[in-house]
Every structure is written in structure tokens, then in C-alpha cells.
């Protein structure tokens, strides 16, 4: 039972236009909503997060949206580069300390 | 510098045998992170612990066992290896809890081959 999508595996886009990564996930109580990137070989890094009271955080080129009431959040990469090409999971999280990820949407930038 | 390590990077067994993989943060956080990542590529929380008490035990064969001697050390012991046991598995830390949107250094992975 996955509480947290990602219907995308993979994703391929051209240098220099927008990247659009999805996410929903099923519980209203989640109200932390993380992105993380995974390059092969090493540990998922933090990217970028949104809490519940936000429906918009930027930073430089990336962008997380939250639509809570589609329970519903988009990662916006723009312009894309080639090297953003990696696995981009989402994450969840409530009141607890746990984060509930999703299986990860790979990106490739081409030149 | 690194700010979480794991050790070993890779590990090849065989069935029914016991190991050990061990994480260390210099970054001074207060929470430590088990995840397994599996075939099917997700990642699954399977212990926490803050400040040398855990808080996070998700569904694990109790042959997993993690051991926090400090606050900056989280291992994991892993007796009587089975092949599903086989998987990468990322050590992480916090300052918080996550669940708090606190985000998550993760190490660079151990991946564990059971044969």
C-alpha cells in the first residue's frame, strides 16, 4: 500500500527547457513534503522542501508546488540541465520522525 | 569531510551468516536513520534513533539489530542473512525529526549480497 506515487519512473527532457517531476500521496496528516536527488552510487541528497501551510517554496531553479487539496505536489526544474540527470524521489512526513519516500523518478537531461 | 559514512561500502556473504555495517555523522545531529533499499527501489525507514534511544522500529525481522553506542553512531547487525536480505542499505541523520520537514544527510550506501 503506497502512501506516496511517483507514476513516473523515468523522464526525459532537453537541455534548457522545464523539468516537471510528480507526486501524490494518500494521508491529509502528512504536512512535510521533501524532494531529495540520487545520483548512482551515493546517498540521496536534499533538494528542496514545502511545509502544509505553503503551497509554493523557489529556490534558484527549483521550484516545489503543493496542491493539498489534491494531496498533490510537482517538483519544477527550469532551465533543465544535464547535470540534474538523476533519480528524484519524493518524501512525506507528520508528526512523527518519519519520512515516507516514493520509488523515485529518473530524469535525464540531454544535451 | 565526509558527513556520513558507512563501512563497508560493499559486502558479499552467504546465507545464514551474521554482519555488521557501521554509520558515523560528524555533523553533531541529534537522529539517526536505517533505510533499505530494495529491488524495486524504495526506500523503506526501518529504525531511528535520537539521541541514543530509539524511536522508529518499522516492521523488521528481529534479526535486524541496531546498536547506537553515541549520539554520532548508528550500526546495524544483521544475523542469520537471508537472500531478500539482499539490498542497499543508506545510513542517515537529522537534527530533528524528520517528520518535522528536518531534512535527512544520507550516507553514501552499503550494498549488502547475500548468496
Known amino acids: 500500500d503506497q502512501q506516496v506515487k511517483q507514476n513516473s519512473p523515468s523522464l526525459s527532457v532537453q537541455e534548457g527547457r522545464i523539468s516537471i517531476l510528480n507526486c501524490d500521496y494518500t494521508?491529509?496528516?502528512?504536512?512535510?513534503f521533501l524532494w531529495y536527488k540520487k545520483y548512482p552510487a551515493e546517498g540521496p541528497t536534499f533538494l528542496i522542501s514545502?511545509?502544509?501551510?505553503?503551497d509554493k517554496n523557489e529556490d534558484g531553479r527549483f521550484t516545489v508546488f503543493l496542491n493539498k487539496s489534491a494531496k498533490h505536489l510537482s517538483l519544477h526544474i527550469v532551465p533543465s540541465q544535464p547535470g540534474d540527470s538523476a533519480v528524484y524521489f519524493c518524501a512525506v512526513g507528520g508528526s512523527n520522525y518519519k519520512l515516507t519516500f516514493g520509488k523515485g523518478t529518473l530524469l535525464t537531461v540531454n544535451p | 569531510d565526509t558527513a556520513v559514512s558507512q563501512t563497508p561500502k560493499y559486502l558479499v556473504t552467504q546465507m545464514g551468516n551474521d554482519k555488521s555495517i557501521k554509520c558515523e555523522q560528524n555533523l553533531g545531529h541529534d537522529t539517526m536513520y536505517w533505510y533499505k533499499q530494495d529491488s524495486k527501489k524504495f526506500l523503506k525507514i526501518m529504525f531511528s534513533?535520537?539521541?541514543?534511544?530509539?524511536?522508529i522500529n518499522e516492521t523488521v525481522p528481529n534479526r535486524f539489530s541496531p546498536k547506537s553506542p553515541d549520539k554520532a553512531h548508528l550500526n546495524l547487525h544483521i544475523n542469520s542473512l537471508e537472500l531478500g536480505d539482499s539490498a542497499v542499505y543508506f545510513c542517515?541523520?537529522?537534527?530533528?525529526?524528520?517528520?518535522?520537514?528536518?531534512?535527512?544527510?544520507f550516507g553514501p550506501g552499503t550494498r549488502l549480497t547475500v548468496t
Open positions: 514545502i511545509s502544509s501551510i505553503k
Open positions: 534513533y535520537n539521541n541514543k534511544e530509539l524511536i
Open positions: 494521508n491529509s496528516m502528512f504536512d512535510y
Open positions: 542517515a541523520s537529522s537534527q530533528e525529526g524528520s517528520g518535522r520537514g528536518d531534512e535527512q544527510y
